[in-house]
């Protein structure tokens, strides 16, 4: 899928209405005394939606990319607005979490009108 547009919904500048969770974590993996085999070191965002809530994460490695775990659709619609704006106001690129395909890129800061979905 490509990246699109998403229509911002208009919201405080304070984010009023919208509460969340943040929290850091790291994982580490295959430590051996050669070194490491992986190093994940992430800031997880954890926002309330009606049927319980959903998160984000975002790894410090990459910075300006959030990978939320939503899918497009979920993400784009009015339910998840406060929360799709939060996160174009703070991050370049939004990845949704796609039934069989993973993480896919859906939203970029900016992004050309060809790259929007009909």
Do not use: C, K
């Not at 993996?29 to 050669?34: I, K, L, N, Q, Y």
């Not at 690129?93 to 929007?116: C, H, K, N, Q």
Request: a negative charge; hydrophobic letters at 35%; proline letters at 7%.
């Amino acid at each position: 899928m490509p990246p699109e547009i998403f229509t911002l919904t208009e919201f405080d500048d304070d984010d009023r209405g919208l509460t969340l969770r943040m929290q850091h974590g790291r994982d580490l993996g295959g430590v051996t005394p050669d070194g490491v085999e992986y190093d994940y070191n992430f800031i997880d965002y954890i926002f309330p939606m009606a049927a319980g809530e959903t998160g984000a994460r975002m790894y410090l490695e990459e910075p300006g990319t959030i990978n939320v775990r939503l899918s497009r659709a979920t993400l784009g619609a009015p339910d998840a607005a406060a929360i799709l704006r939060y996160l174009q106001r703070r991050f370049d690129r939004i990845m949704t979490l796609e039934d069989g395909f993973g993480y896919e890129l859906s939203w970029v800061e900016g992004a050309a009108p060809e790259l929007r979905n009909p």
